[in-house]
């Protein structure tokens, strides 16, 4: 898959400039989106399947858990994804539940796997996680009984630094690993675009008798995963990011095949073996693997708008290609930021950052790592000024220009070009109107916001 094609772009639907409330561009064109980190754009193929169910649903009624027009029995529908979620987490079949929310999913791990002892009892994450993380973290220590601030280590960057080293990671998992019962961090880091060294981490967790979770919401669809091979405990993410399956869509759980022999501690009927399931049985038999842990029927109507993203995935080659498209795509946008005037390389960014204080004069760096094996499709901007509301302007601005990007508070924007359906004239775009809304401010231009 070429840099300069972006093949499957015309299967998905790209909101206008018109439709995003752009007043600065022609508003019949397509928008400048690099918000597929945060939310996926509409694949044509997951409207058209949701819109099927709706008519099997209309047609059928109850019927559409045991037959179905289309070979998509309700009872059985996460079998159509399941597959397709193994292959993109390089994981076995069996290993893959589609299924509930994300941060659900998390207590529902952690209820599982987190057995803390009076000597083993704290749990490694990054500094800054997703919020959600933190508080179900927080609360599940809680839950045993523990303080968080005592039970909880939390990864952060050396001083004057944005992201984690991995020897400084590991280091802790060795000097630390004999009070440890679980590790959970990342896969790529929300805020930065961190993608973390999966494999070594969990090596290293696992060489200390901790137990390794992974929470892959930015991970899943963005890089290449080999979930099964890299020995990792359990994993969990959510689809309508990278996954485009929609806003809430659908979830799910990786549990690896050595832990089939332990009965699900939480037990619903979806769990239950389907061949007798619906004979309500008053004794749970699980499924083996990680669909036993299943809870309640999927959301037909979820499940269905994320195949239609995966066939598209299936379509593109899985993550092989995509990953090498992303590589390239990433690295363009990257290259046209360093060229900017007001570009800071991350080794000034510190002493910049301090120096702002006191100049109004706009300026970013790039906290994203510069190593693509250490990152995804995603840059993550760092503004500075003596403008505390420089990022919020500039965000406003690159909006009215139709560049759809995710603000984070409280210095922080994320581009991600997507290699299902951004192109160059995207990246290009993004560099252009930021060139133009910095020289804009730097001026004391208020028409720039």
């Not at 309700?74 to 993109?88: G, K, Q, R, S």
Request: glycine content about 8%; charged content about 20%; hydrophobic content about 40%.
């Amino acid at each position: 898959m070429a840099l300069f094609d972006a093949p499957f772009r015309q299967q998905f639907v790209i909101p206008t400039n018109e439709q995003v409330g752009a007043t600065r561009v022609k508003g019949e064109e397509p928008s400048t989106y690099l918000c597929g980190n945060s939310l996926g754009l509409l694949p044509k193929r997951a409207e058209a399947l949701v819109q099927e169910e709706f008519r099997v649903w209309g047609s059928r009624g109850v019927q559409g858990h045991h037959n179905h027009p289309h070979g998509r029995e309700w009872m059985y529908i996460t079998d159509h994804v399941n597959p397709l979620l193994a292959e993109l987490l390089g994981a076995r079949e069996a290993e893959v539940a589609c299924m509930g929310t994300l941060t659900a999913n998390l207590h529902l791990m952690m209820n599982t796997f987190y057995k803390p002892t009076p000597d083993r009892y704290k749990v490694v994450c990054e500094s800054k996680a997703f919020p959600s993380d933190q508080y179900a973290f927080a609360s599940q220590v809680q839950l045993h009984g523990y303080n968080p601030k005592d039970a909880i280590i939390e990864l952060s960057p050396r001083q004057g630094e944005f992201t984690l080293r991995e020897e400084d990671i590991l280091n802790v998992i060795e000097e630390k690993g004999s009070s440890i019962a679980l590790v959970i961090l990342s896969g790529v880091q929300y805020y930065t675009g961190q993608w973390f060294p999966i494999q070594s981490i969990t090596k290293a967790a696992k060489t200390q008798g901790c137990i390794c979770g992974w929470d892959l919401a930015h991970a899943i669809g963005n890089v290449p995963l080999s979930l099964h091979d890299w020995d990792v405990d359990w994993a969990v993410w959510c689809s309508y990011k990278y996954l485009n399956s929609g806003p809430g869509g659908i979830a799910g759980v990786y549990v690896h095949e050595k832990w089939d022999t332990e009965k699900p501690r939480y037990a619903g009927w979806w769990g239950h073996d389907p061949a007798t399931r619906f004979l309500m049985p008053p004794t749970f038999s699980p499924i083996r693997g990680a669909q036993g842990l299943q809870l309640s029927n999927p959301s037909v109507l979820g499940v269905a708008s994320l195949l239609g993203s995966l066939q598209v995935f299936k379509e593109a080659g899985m993550m092989g290609p995509l990953r090498n498209r992303s590589v390239e795509l990433t690295a363009h946008l990257e290259t046209l930021l360093f060229h900017s005037a007001y570009f800071v390389p991350q080794h000034e960014a510190a002493a910049k950052a301090a120096a702002s204080a006191n100049s109004p004069r706009p300026a970013f760096t790039i906290i994203t790592p510069v190593d693509p094996n250490s990152r995804g499709a995603q840059l993550s901007l760092a503004f500075f000024s003596s403008d505390a509301e420089l990022m919020p302007k500039v965000h406003k601005a690159l909006c009215s220009y139709g560049v759809i990007s995710d603000e984070r508070q409280p210095d922080v924007i994320r581009l991600a070009p997507i290699p299902l359906y951004n192109t160059i004239q995207d990246c290009e775009n993004a560099a252009k109107y930021l060139e133009e809304v910095l020289a804009a401010l730097d001026e004391g231009d208020s028409t720039a916001i």
